[in-house]
């Protein structure tokens, strides 16, 4: 059963400390993108990864937040220092260049006291 | 720019009766239109999707929803709802940007089905 994963589900955290969140995209999947949604805002777009470079990441915060793709079979997002504003659910999904569709992890609940 | 626009935050309805969420979008150009919901506590799942053809699209769950280019809709449907359906759903239609196909999510209906 293909999915993705995301680690981990929830995170509470002080302000000023580092976060890193994990994602593993589906197996064979070569497009990556990172999601955040509040109340407030919804859904967000943060970052595009397609084979492992990243091609938009206009919806980053770049002061604080930065996403990489290590290999293939793992991608992080990472805030650092975290403010309370960052609070937020932040998914992950992976899909295939050509396909308009995305598979989404079950997201990373953070919260920064 | 392409936007989305769900018409209802929150659609009560009882179970057994039928249900339509409302989505309207702004395009200028040809778009794929999607739904999908979001089960408690957990990520988004594809219920349908429209990228060309038959304008009347059947999606998981029962639902179906039907593209109106004239009236740029594409409302979602149930002819008749299970407590299971609670969730939120949500609209979204492809972007062309940088190079790449991003989804624009509508802000979400929230389905609460009462017995």
């Known amino acids: 059963d293909a999915r993705v994963t995301q680690t981990p589900r929830h995170k509470v955290t002080e302000m000023g400390q580092e976060v890193t969140m994990r994602c593993q995209p589906i197996?064979?999947?070569?497009?990556v993108f990172w999601y955040r949604q509040t109340m407030m805002q919804g859904l967000e777009l943060l970052a595009y990864f397609r084979n492992r470079a990243p091609l938009d990441d206009s919806g980053m915060p770049k002061d604080r937040f930065s996403a990489e793709m290590p290999d293939a079979t793992l991608a992080t997002l990472k805030i650092q220092p975290s403010e309370p504003r960052d609070s937020a659910v932040y998914f992950c999904a992976s899909g295939s260049v050509g396909s308009n569709e995305q598979f989404f992890g079950p997201g990373t609940r953070l919260t920064v006291l | 720019a392409q936007s989305v626009t769900q018409l209802d935050s929150q659609v009560p309805v009882f179970e057994e009766a039928p249900v339509e969420l409302r989505c309207n979008y702004s395009?200028?150009?040809?778009?794929?239109l999607f739904w999908y919901v979001q089960y408690p506590n957990q990520g988004l799942q594809l219920l349908l999707k429209y990228l060309s053809g038959s304008t009347l699209v059947k999606g998981i769950n029962g639902f179906e929803a039907e593209f109106n280019k004239s009236q740029t809709s594409f409302h979602l449907r149930k002819p008749s709802v299970h407590i299971s359906d609670t969730a939120e759903y949500f609209c979204a239609v492809t972007k062309f940007s940088g190079g790449y196909n991003k989804l624009i999510f509508g802000a979400g209906t929230r389905l609460a089905v009462h017995p």
């Open positions: 395009s200028s150009v040809s778009v794929y």
């Open positions: 197996l064979g999947h070569n497009t």
